[in-house]
């Protein structure tokens, strides 16, 4: 189904939550994405629910002066649509306001009461009508995949978009080495924790301080370094000013030692057993 798979695309992408909520910023926050994509990130994360459409709106003119096929776009589809009745209309609805013929990937946003064999279906109708390229989950934990894979093409789904930052590792447990073992890439969400904001003491913990120092980088840089140095990934920050996205870009060339990998594990270990899915 898919042509070229999400991991080609690379280990970072764009978030854009948010994006496109107020006119004020919007010319910062296209120039922040022209930004990104000139830096050669591909891969761009939006959704139906974003601003009811406004962050799919603000991308699709972002993106317009590109070649469509050096993209990877991600859209979602909120639960009361994922069903056979509203699926085409909202993912119709993705494509008009994103400037575009198909998706890359076309995520289940969260899960509601459609049963999975009927969303799995409808996906895969979408596929065939060259409407998207791939399909996903996001916010399934453990049971939720091993659910998914037990329908009829569930092993089609190509990606599981969850919570995942420095301060938030419990997908480590089980359910990260569950999805690595069948290959289905992980798109890790907040992985600067909303720029610290989800966690208290985590960009001023001294750990992350000392690694910032050292490699004079930003405590924001440290904890991207850290999402991006998990193997089967994908990162997707979200800024919506230029010179933030110059610092999204540049930690592709950085990486953390194995002694400053080991500072952070120290400082915020994996839980010791299984804990609920973070959500945000
Ligand atoms: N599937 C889901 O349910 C789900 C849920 C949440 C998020 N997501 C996706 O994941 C993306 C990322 O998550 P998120 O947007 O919640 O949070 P995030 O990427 O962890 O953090 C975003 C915050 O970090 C700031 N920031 C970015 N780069 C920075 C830098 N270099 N220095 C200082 N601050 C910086 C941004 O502000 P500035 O704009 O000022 O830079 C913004 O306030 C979303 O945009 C969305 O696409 C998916």
Redesign the pocket.
């Known amino acids: 189904m898919a042509t070229q798979t999400l991991l080609q695309h690379g280990k970072l992408g764009?978030?854009?939550?948010?994006?496109g909520d107020s006119s004020a910023t919007r010319t910062e926050?296209i120039a922040?994405l022209r930004y990104g994509i000139e830096r050669g990130i591909a891969i761009i994360?939006?959704?139906e629910m974003?601003g009811s459409g406004r962050?799919e709106n603000l991308v699709g003119e972002a993106v317009a002066p590109y070649p469509r096929e050096h993209l990877y776009i991600i859209s979602?589809v909120l639960p009361q649509n994922a069903n056979r009745r509203y699926l085409e209309q909202s993912l119709d609805a993705s494509l008009k306001a994103l400037q575009t013929d198909y998706l890359d990937m076309y995520?289940y946003?969260?899960r509601g009461g459609t049963p999975l064999a009927e969303t799995i279906d409808t996906f895969e109708k979408m596929a065939e009508k060259g409407k998207i390229k791939a399909w996903g989950v996001?916010?399934f934990d453990l049971e939720d995949m091993q659910e998914l894979l037990a329908e009829a093409n569930g092993s089609h789904c190509r990606a599981n978009?969850?919570?995942y930052?420095l301060g938030s590792r419990g997908i480590e447990v089980a359910l990260k080495p569950w999805q690595d073992q069948r290959h289905i890439p992980t798109?890790a969400?907040?992985?600067?924790?909303?720029?610290g904001?989800?966690q208290r003491g985590l960009t001023n913990h001294p750990a992350v301080q000392q690694i910032a120092a050292e490699l004079n980088i930003?405590v924001?840089?440290v904890?991207?370094c850290f999402t991006l140095s998990q193997s089967n990934m994908v990162s997707?920050?979200?800024?919506?000013?230029p010179?933030?996205?110059?610092?999204?870009a540049d930690c592709l060339a950085i990486s953390l030692s194995a002694e400053q990998f080991g500072a952070l594990n120290q400082a915020f270990p994996v839980p010791d057993g299984r804990v609920p899915l973070d959500?945000?």
């Open positions: 764009m978030g854009t939550w948010k994006l926050e922040a994360d939006t959704a974003y962050s979602k995520l946003h969260w996001s916010n978009q969850v919570l930052h798109i969400y907040c992985p600067l924790a909303q720029a904001a989800l930003s924001y840089q904890l991207l997707i920050p979200r800024t919506g000013k010179a933030h996205m110059k610092e999204i959500v945000e």
